[in-house]
């Protein structure tokens, strides 16, 4: 009997590009030693599948701010700490090159086309105002119910 | 024979309104798939269980101050991001409404009803200067030795 | 035939000093009980284990400002709210002494004597310009791939 492969779990919480970049290095990292690997992105960790346009939609007056305010993709979040108004975070990118430690876009790109499944939470999804079409394409929705289902089953689950 | 019950515990270590209300949402859902469900409450997390009201209690100097400084009870926690002074938390309270989603207190009121055990950690309820009286009724105070025997049969174990 | 030890993992992503006491106090706590205790620090969670000590090494630039900003070694963190600048943690030592918990550099201490096992993220060690001699002695240097390999099997996993 085949043994049942690994499973991994993480729920992206955060909205900062140094914590978004350990989920999805421990997600690559998972999937690439065989396990089954899901992201769930609930709250401030939504903003890390937005895509980096601006995309003319029609809101409420809420949802236009909340949607203002928030970066606009994996790319424009901020470090959780020494940010200094991005400057720090740049100060991280060009370590970052020469270190030849991939950037956040990038590594969700690899975990795209490594089969780890990106889930966007659809209650958060709904509070923060995002639509679908603002968000990467080939992500899945779903709620508390999925998540629980997969974690249940999990190795490796984590909250950051 | 019967299959043993799954089990989740989550430490609420955070003192904000929007990861105590995942840590929440998440510990009703498993409840609701029946699972043992634990939340420890440490740190600024204890917040989440203080008692909405001003309870006149002798305390030190010190202990007064954190006690005075720190949010008396779930609803005037503050959001992790965009809070603005609690202006962020309004308008998401507002959205909140509108999508049906539940407050944090009465995440709190189901949690309880649906028999989630809520524990305070007894060393930094003493740390915090917080008393029995000002928190929830129907909570447990343990430590660290009760979190390692829960989690360390539970199924789903997340830090938040 | 023996039951196999539990196992603890936790990644310690976090600067901040509670942060840090609470995975510290958790790693004691699963020594304490004969769990395999892993604790990973990666990005600012690095700085709890830098010597408190300026240690003299040639850098570049970058890798200067940044081993300047972040603070040196486990005692001088910060707390993560009511920091003040430094008062409020000063509050927080003062009241954990009244009441006998140990600080953060002795809970660091007494991991190490119960055979925690204190690694250090190769890849974020580079990012963040640190060398080997400003850490403290007997940890080991790792990636993703040594994390996953002990949090697949572990029974508490945490992300800090």
Redesign the interface.
């Known amino acids: 009997m085949p043994q049942q492969k690994?499973k991994?779990t993480i729920?992206l919480?955060s909205?900062d590009y140094?914590?978004a970049m350990?989920a999805y290095?421990?997600a690559n990292?998972?999937a690439a030693?065989d396990?089954d690997v899901t992201i769930f992105h609930?709250?401030?960790g939504l903003n890390a599948l937005r895509k980096d346009a601006h995309i003319p939609i029609k809101k409420g007056f809420?949802?236009k701010?909340?949607a203002k305010?928030?970066p606009h993709g994996a790319d424009r979040m901020g470090l959780?700490?020494?940010n200094f108004g991005g400057i720090g975070l740049k100060?991280?990118k060009?370590?970052?090159k020469k270190?030849n430690?991939m950037p956040l876009p990038q590594l969700i790109e690899m975990a795209k086309e490594q089969g780890v499944k990106l889930v966007a939470c659809q209650?958060t999804v709904?509070?923060l105002?995002l639509k679908q079409e603002e968000l990467l394409d080939g992500i899945e929705f779903a709620g508390?119910?999925t998540?629980?289902a997969d974690?249940?089953?999990?190795?490796?689950?984590?909250?950051?």
Chains 1, 2, 3 share one sequence.
């Open positions: 690994k991994t729920i919480f909205g140094d914590k350990a290095i421990i990292g998972a030693y396990h609930t709250f401030w809420l949802e701010m909340f305010m928030m959780s700490r020494m100060l991280m060009h370590v970052m270190h430690a209650m709904d509070l105002g508390v119910a998540y629980l974690a249940s089953e999990g190795n490796i689950n984590l909250f950051i």
